[in-house]
């Protein structure tokens, strides 16, 4: 079998409208085309909005829009031992920190305007602090600057695996500050991992090839690579295809049910119908 992996990752927090429909067929037809390997993993680390209905009902939208994925669904609600020990190789690296910090003590301690930027920087109120000292309620926060000199070191650091930590050039550092800055990789009170270290590392644990998904994921990609080289996994190839908009130009969201898949199904359409709807 050629190597070649992509996979759709729906949150089952809603049903599939046009704009997941559409992520799904390229990636479905991009493995097959490339006689590789279509895979489904439902992102389900939000326990309070995930529920079983809603990944039914995307099993069975894709089986109708004749969409055939490899093997078994990755669900990540199976997986998060698995996250706790790569944060775990992060913290014996000394690449994250414990945060205490609010959403509102960071807005007050950020002196501009954040404009243009995908979300807040963190001001680094916490970062002097050792995981020591962490509490059980605090988040957890990549040290950048830390987890960028390890990356720019040309020296090979060994992890108790025995591997090395390979540098990456794909990523500007200047940039990397401005944009993406300590981001949260767990959440604070509730033991959930960020959204982009978990889909990175199952990326890797699927060993997806391409990832091809929607640019409005664009901004998680830089942080997405980073994480992967500090881990030692392998980074995928990223695909950011154009959004499928309502006629306002707005993106469609989970709450526009009446772009659903299953009201289209009902309403009497076919899945060539919806392949044409989405310019495929
Ligand atoms: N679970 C994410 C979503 O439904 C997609 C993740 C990804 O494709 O990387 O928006």
Not at 160 to 173: A, F, L, R, S
Not at 174 to 203: N, P, T
Request: proline share 6%.
């Amino acid at each position: 079998m050629v190597d070649f992996a992509t996979r759709f990752a729906p949150s089952p927090t809603g049903p599939l409208h046009l704009g997941h429909a559409f992520s799904a067929m390229l990636c479905h037809d991009m493995a097959r085309a490339n006689q590789g390997r279509f895979l489904l993993r439902m992102e389900d680390t939000d326990l309070q909005r995930s529920k079983p209905e809603w990944d039914a009902l995307i099993r069975h939208d894709l089986t109708w829009l004749g969409l055939d994925w490899d093997g078994p669904v990755l669900r990540q609600s199976t997986q998060l031992t698995s996250y706790d020990t790569y944060l775990a190789q992060l913290a014996e690296l000394d690449l994250i920190y414990p945060c205490s910090c609010s959403r509102a003590d960071i807005r007050a301690a950020l002196s501009a305007p954040q404009e243009g930027h995908p979300h807040e920087i963190y001001p680094g109120t916490c970062k002097s602090r050792p995981m020591a000292d962490r509490k059980p309620d605090d988040a957890l926060r990549l040290h950048l600057d830390r987890a960028l000199s390890l990356l720019a070191d040309d020296t090979p650091h060994f992890n108790e695996t025995g591997k090395t930590h390979k540098g990456t050039h794909q990523i500007d550092p200047e940039l990397a500050r401005a944009q993406i800055g300590d981001v949260v990789l767990s959440r604070k009170g509730e033991d959930v991992v960020a959204y982009f270290l978990a889909s990175a590392i199952d990326d890797a644990a699927q060993c997806i090839t391409h990832v091809i998904r929607g640019e409005d994921l664009f901004d998680f990609t830089a942080i997405q690579v980073i994480l992967l080289n500090l881990l030692n996994l392998p980074v995928p190839t990223y695909h950011h295809h154009r959004l499928i908009r309502d006629d306002q130009g707005k993106r469609l969201a989970k709450r526009d049910d009446a772009r659903a898949i299953s009201t289209y199904r009902d309403e009497g359409k076919s899945p060539l119908d919806i392949r044409k709807m989405v310019g495929l």
